[in-house]
Structure formats: structure tokens, C-alpha cells
């Protein structure tokens, strides 16, 4: 085979029951009369995965990515339509499935690993490794009963990894743990991309797929509605869910923030910015009472949360006395030095002690940092490189 | 089928920790642990040698004990067999449903422990008779035999519930109920002679059921016949072939339908 995958015109159907009719008396009682109805979670999939690729799927809740997923691993079967595999898989489709309270953690990993084909001679040369790696040294010997659920994770993550398989399927099970486990997972998938292994990745943090993923596809309904480099299917995924995310509000409403705009160097408004060109967000608000010494903020986050950059009215040093009716609040950036990536902007009125909300717009709006600089990290610092011989 | 025995042979090593997975779990937080596999047998053996004593008024049969158990434990492993099997695919849905695995393996697993059980059983069963000096014939050699055309029909059996389970719930009831009847209906606590001389016309019907005729085989490798008479636990060549053929078409029948319905597991249950 040439592809590490083929789905051909693949179809999944699920017969939505009215009740749960599993009684035999229920049985002969809708014999004739339908007692589901039809649901079509994939439609006309046709997807090849190369060899070594690394593939993401993307896509709202209930698009149909697990679906996809379980049709690959012959979990279950589509209703027309036909899957090729060509390698050994291991997938994690739930992280620790199968686990056994009341066995051992130690136990369990020989159970768990059979469970993905591995025989107790391969998981006995990689046993402490496992181990390590899931970092539960001092409590291999308890019942996983008693292991707290970040624990369970990551021995469940630790012996999937572990099996050397030709394809490796993982369904969203990286959106559990803490972060520091989580980056310890991607790098792991990063070695395995490197050794030429084939990936493929349901999450729903999807900037993580720009991160990892040779090409990313997008569900929609079942459907694939675009397939292609990561970067433009990630983009048209945050048009599409653009409002939905994350995004919050809250406040009295004293004060109203009735208007955010992104401006760049020339005045526009956009969602496009450049490493090193300026960005005006400005905020216009409508006081439906005199409110005394507001302050109003805002601040930018990275996709993980990660607030590159916040300030307020207060924190500038500004009085802004009574304030009354409309009124515009201009934060001037002079020069943004993010590289490439999405940011959120959240923006905010409140009292200067903080303990009144007037209105706080939560990652309601969002801009993507582009740039032509090669160099990589999250910042661009100008770096002049001098090179010579050792002195002395 | 090939492609499914072939896979499943691949699996050997999931079956064998599955299996040991059963007996662990089991009797993981008891104290008494493996002796509870005994106790079912010692209580049934006192109630039913003093139930029989006085309903036989003492005397047809001799050495109750023996020939009680020679049938009672491979019967209470043909029912212990079928009771975990049944449900044993409905009551992993977390396996079922989040990976791959040849899903015969969780009836298989609940077979093999309980053949588990039933040997620790027969040893200690065997330790008592050799200590009251009990006299073996030689279709004691039989035995392998006799347990592998039960562990063909058990399994058979096993694989069938256990699918149609996943469809109809009812299954598991009808199986308990079924069960329950079967045990009076097969010569185990009282002797086939009983029914030869009380109901000899039903006798042809008696003998068809399976499980009838392979008690019959273990009483008579066991309670050694010559002592005693055939009325106690007399084989028949015809029952022995129906038996055979049965247990077989049973493990392969069992093993089709299972196969063709085993697809649609992880969105039934
Ligand atoms: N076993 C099932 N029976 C009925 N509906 C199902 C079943 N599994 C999934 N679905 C439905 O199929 C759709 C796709 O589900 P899923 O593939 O899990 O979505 P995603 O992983 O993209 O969030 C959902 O609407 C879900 O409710
Ligand atoms: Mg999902």
C-alpha cells in the first residue's frame, strides 16, 4: 500500500434511539415501527495519510473527529464506504482505557500494553522507562484505585508512547494533565514525527497542530471542509468559531464597552499585524451613569493563555475623573514584538480598586501576528550575530 | 475466520493477562481470598448429602460425597462459565468502546478462569479421595477428554450469550433461569438409574441434553461405575457422538455469529 491510511467514500451512520429499546418485550413491541432515527456523523470521507505524515483533524464538537478515529481502529465500522491501514497502530482514543482499579499500577502497564499488542518480554525492557516517564517511581506498587486522575493519565500516556507502532492515532486525551505533562506528551509526538512515524491528531487546541502537523484537516458536520497546510485550515477554523471561544462577558454595565478596533500602522482596521509595526486598540464605551475614576485596561494573550502583554489607565498613571456618556480609550502600541501566532485581546472597565466590574470583555477579540523574520520563539529581539576568531 | 483466528492468536498474550486479570480482581480484597471458590461446593455437597439421605432414605447411593462432586464440579463450572461470560462484554464498555482487541477475548477470558477454578477444585477434590483410599479405574484416563469436549461446548455457548447479550439484555435472565433448570434436569445430585426406572420413556429426551451426557462421562471416570453399577452414571455411544457433534457445531456456530455481530459492539453497548 502506498498511504499509511486510505478511507474510500466512508460513511458512518448511528441509529439515534427514541428510548433505550433493549428488552425483548420492547423488541417485538417496535418490530415494525422505527424506533430510531438516523444520524450521519461522517459523510463521503476520502482522506489518504502518507507514509510519515503527521495529520490533524480539526473541528467543532461532535464534527465527527472520535468518529473518524474509531472507523481507523476498527473500534467500530462505517456504513459504506472502506478503511485500508497499511502498519501496526496504537491508538489513544481515551487515556488509560482499560485500566484495572484494582490491580497495580505495575500490573496495569502489562495489561494496558497487551492491550495494544505489546508482549510482557517488549514491556519488560521498557518498563522502568514507562515508569519514568509517567514519573511514578514511589507508587508502581499501589492500586490504581488510590491514584489521583492526573496520575492515571499519565501512566496511561506514558504506556501508549511507549509502544514503538508504525501509526499513532490520539484523540484529544492531551487536553487532560497538568502543562508541564502536556509539553512532555508533544515532545514525545515530536520524536516519534521524527523517526518517520506516521501521526494522526485530534485536538482541540488547535494552534498545538500548527505546531506539530504536516497538513491539518477540518470536519464540519461530518464533511471534510478543508484540507490543507495547517496555518490556512487553523485560520478558516477560528473564523468559523470565532465568537464561541474562550470568549466571555461580564460586568454591571455601568460602563459599556460598545466598540473595540484593531488599528494598524496606516489607520485600518484589521486582524493581521506585523512583527515590529505599531497597533492602536482602541476602545469606545458608553457611561450610562457619571462613574468616578474608572480605569480601563486591556491585554493580550497567546493561544495557551499566556498574557504577552497588559497594561491599564491605572498603572499609567492616568486619571480619568467622572466620566459620563460616550467616550474613546486609545492604548498606542508602538511597536509588537510577537513572531507568528494568534493572540486574544481581552479588554476591560472597572473601579481602581478593582472590586466593581463595569465591563469586561474576555478574549472576545483576536489578531494574528505574521512575519517574515526567520528566526523563532515567541518574541523577536534584534540580534546582531559577530563572528571571529577565539580571542585568547 | 482464518483472519479472525489469526488475530486472536496474536492477542494470546491480552487472553492469558485477561484471564489472570479475572482470578486477581475477583478475590483481590477478601481475606479468604481462593478458599471462597471452595465454599459453593462444601455447602451444596452438605445440603444436598442430607436432602438426598433423607429423601433416598440413606441408601441408593453410595459414597454420596463422591459421587455428588464428580458431577457437581464440572457443572458448577459450566454455569460459573456462562454467568461471567454473558455479560462480559456489556459490562467493559470502556474497553469496548475506546480500543481495538479481538472482543471474543472477554468470554474466552471468563471460560479460562473459571477452567482455572475447576482444576484447583479437582485437586483438592482428588486429594480427598486418594486420602479415603478411593478406588480409581482406569476411565480415569478419560478425563482430558471429557474436559475438552466441555470446554468446547462451554465455550461455544459463551460466545453466543455473551454477543446476543450486547443486543437483548434478556439474554442474561434467560440464561440464569435456563441454568437453573438444566441442574435438576441432569443426574447430578440425584443418579441417571433414578430417572431410568421412575421414567424410562423420558429417558431418550433426558439423554439429549449435552450437559446430561458429559456429567454422565465425569461420574463414570470418576465414581468408577464397576463398584457400583451402571444406574448410577451409565454413557451411551450415541449420546457420547451427539455430544461431540453438538459441542462442536455449538463452538463453531457460536464463534460465527459472534463474528458477524461483533462489529457493532462499541455503539450498542
Ligand atoms: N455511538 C453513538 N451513537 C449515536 N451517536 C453517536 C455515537 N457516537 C457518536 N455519536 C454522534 O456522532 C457525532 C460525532 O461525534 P464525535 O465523532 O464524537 O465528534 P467529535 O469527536 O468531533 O466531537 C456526535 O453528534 C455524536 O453525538
Ligand atoms: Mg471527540
Redesign the interface.
Known amino acids: 500500500m502506498e498511504h499509511a491510511v486510505e478511507v474510500r467514500e466512508v460513511s458512518k451512520m ?1 441509529k439515534l434511539y427514541h428510548e433505550n429499546v ?3 418485550k420492547e ?1 417485538v413491541l417496535f418490530f415494525r415501527k422505527r424506533g430510531y432515527e438516523e444520524f450521519w456523523a461522517l459523510r463521503d470521507i476520502d482522506l489518504d495519510v502518507e507514509k510519515g505524515e503527521t495529520l490533524g483533524i480539526i473541528g467543532a464538537n461532535g464534527s465527527g473527529k472520535s468518529t473518524l478515529l ?1 472507523c481507523m ?5 462505517p456504513t459504506s464506504g472502506k478503511i485500508m491501514t497499511d502498519g501496526s ?1 496504537a ?1 489513544l ?2 487515556l488509560g ?2 485500566f ?1 482499579p ?2 497495580t499500577g505495575r ?1 496495569n502497564v ?2 494496558n500494553a ?7 518480554k517488549e514491556v519488560d525492557g521498557k518498563f522502568d522507562e514507562i515508569v519514568a516517564f509517567a514519573e511514578l517511581e514511589r507508587f508502581i506498587d499501589n492500586y490504581v484505585r488510590n491514584y489521583s486522575s492526573g496520575m492515571y493519565i499519565r501512566l496511561g500516556f506514558a504506556v501508549a508512547i511507549s509502544v514503538d507502532p508504525e501509526i499513532l492515532i490520539v484523540d484529544e486525551v492531551l487536553a487532560v494533565g497538568d502543562e508541564a505533562f502536556q509539553r512532555k506528551c508533544l515532545d514525545k509526538i515530536d520524536e516519534f514525527r521524527d523517526s518517520g512515524k506516521t501521526i494522526i491528531f485530534v485536538t482541540h487546541n488547535v494552534d498545538v497542530t500548527r505546531e506539530i502537523c504536516d497538513r491539518v484537516i477540518m470536519l464540519e458536520e461530518g464533511r471534510i471542509v478543508r484540507d490543507g497546510i495547517p496555518k490556512e485550515v487553523v485560520n478558516h477554523y477560528h473564523q468559523v468559531m470565532e465568537t464561541e471561544e474562550e470568549a466571555s462577558e461580564q460586568g454591571n454595565r455601568k460602563i459599556e464597552i460598545t466598540e473595540v478596533r484593531l488599528l494598524n500602522d496606516r489607520g485600518e482596521e484589521t486582524n493581521d499585524f506585523y512583527t515590529g509595526s505599531s497597533m492602536k486598540v482602541r476602545v469606545c464605551y458608553e457611561a450610562r451613569e457619571p462613574i468616578v475614576d474608572p480605569v480601563f485596561g486591556f491585554s493580550l494573550d497567546d493561544y495557551r493563555g499566556f498574557t504577552a502583554f497588559g497594561t491599564n489607565t491605572a498603572l499609567k498613571g492616568l486619571e480619568m475623573g467622572t466620566v459620563a456618556g460616550d467616550g474613546v480609550v486609545e492604548f498606542d502600541l508602538k511597536s509588537l514584538p510577537m513572531l507568528e501566532g494568534r493572540y486574544l485581546v481581552s479588554v476591560a472597565a472597572h473601579s481602581r480598586d478593582e472590586q466593581t466590574v463595569y465591563h469586561w470583555q474576555d478574549k472576545l477579540y483576536q489578531f494574528e501576528m505574521k512575519s517574515d523574520i526567520d528566526d523563532v520563539g515567541l518574541l523577536y529581539i534584534p540580534c546582531e550575530v559577530k563572528t571571529g576568531p577565539q580571542a585568547g | 475466520m482464518i483472519e479472525r483466528l489469526k488475530d486472536l492468536w496474536a492477542h494470546r498474550e491480552l487472553l492469558w493477562n485477561m484471564t489472570v486479570k479475572e482470578l486477581k480482581v475477583k478475590y483481590k480484597r477478601s481475606v479468604l481470598g481462593f478458599a471462597w471458590s471452595f465454599m459453593t461446593p462444601l455447602v451444596m455437597l452438605l445440603v444436598f448429602s442430607i436432602v438426598f439421605s433423607i429423601l433416598a432414605r440413606g441408601g441408593d447411593v453410595q459414597w454420596y460425597a463422591v459421587f455428588l462432586m464428580s458431577g457437581l464440579l464440572p457443572w458448577l463450572f459450566f454455569v460459573n462459565s456462562l454467568m461471567q461470560s454473558v455479560g462480559s462484554i456489556v459490562a467493559n464498555p470502556g474497553l469496548v468502546k475506546k480500543v481495538y482487541f479481538p472482543r471474543e477475548i472477554l468470554p474466552i477470558a471468563a471460560v479460562g478462569a473459571n477452567i482455572f477454578h475447576f482444576v484447583l477444585q479437582m485437586l483438592v477434590f482428588f486429594v480427598f479421595m486418594l486420602l479415603i483410599r478411593w478406588h480409581f479405574s482406569p476411565w480415569l484416563l478419560l478425563m482430558p477428554f471429557i474436559l475438552i469436549l466441555q470446554v468446547v461446548l462451554t465455550l461455544g455457548l459463551a460466545l453466543l450469550v455473551s454477543a446476543a447479550n450486547v443486543y437483548l439484555r434478556d439474554v442474561q435472565h434467560f440464561v440464569e433461569v435456563a441454568l437453573t433448570a438444566l441442574f435438576w434436569l441432569s443426574p447430578i445430585v440425584y443418579p441417571v438409574g433414578l430417572v431410568a426406572s421412575q421414567f424410562p420413556k423420558f429417558m431418550p429426551l433426558y439423554l439429549v441434553n449435552p450437559m446430561t451426557n458429559i456429567v454422565l462421562l465425569w461420574e463414570y471416570a470418576i465414581y468408577n461405575p464397576h463398584h457400583y453399577g451402571p444406574q448410577v452414571a451409565y454413557i451411551s455411544f450415541w449420546g457420547i457422538l451427539i455430544t461431540v457433534v453438538f459441542s462442536i457445531v455449538t463452538l463453531v456456530g457460536g464463534y460465527y455469529v459472534f463474528a458477524r455481530i461483533e462489529r457493532g459492539f462499541a455503539e450498542q453497548i
Open positions: 448511528f433493549r428488552s425483548l423488541k474509531k481502529t476498527r473500534i467500530i465500522y497502530i491508538a482514543l481515551e482505557a482499560g484495572q484494582d490491580l500490573e502489562y495489561l497487551s492491550i495494544l499488542g505489546f508482549s510482557r
